[in-house]
């Protein structure tokens, strides 16, 4: 039996969102709007850390290896979701 994979696509209006890990233990974005609620997840689906953005770039204590899973959320709504490779 073929199971079934969930694909979320980005509108173009969420493509300036950008996430990258500038230092050791920790995620940056970048196209957030305030009040979104950003949360990053370990590749293992634990969610690390949270926060709401109060300006168009937030910088994240996250204590995770390898890769983190970051989702941006806005009124209810998951509007992003991206994959990051921790330093």
Not at 6 to 28: E, G, Q, T, Y
Not at 36 to 52: E, L, P
């Amino acid at each position: 039996r073929r199971q079934r994979q969930m694909c979320i696509r980005d509108s173009d209006k969420n493509a300036d969102i950008r996430v990258w890990s500038p230092l050791r233990d920790r995620v940056s974005v970048s196209g957030v709007e305030t009040g979104d609620r950003i949360a990053v997840y370990s590749a293992d689906g634990v969610q690390v850390a949270s926060c709401v953005a109060s300006s168009s770039v937030e910088n994240i204590q996250a204590s995770v290896s390898g890769v983190a899973v970051v989702e941006i959320t806005r009124d209810g709504r998951t509007i992003a979701v991206r994959k990051v490779k921790m330093k």
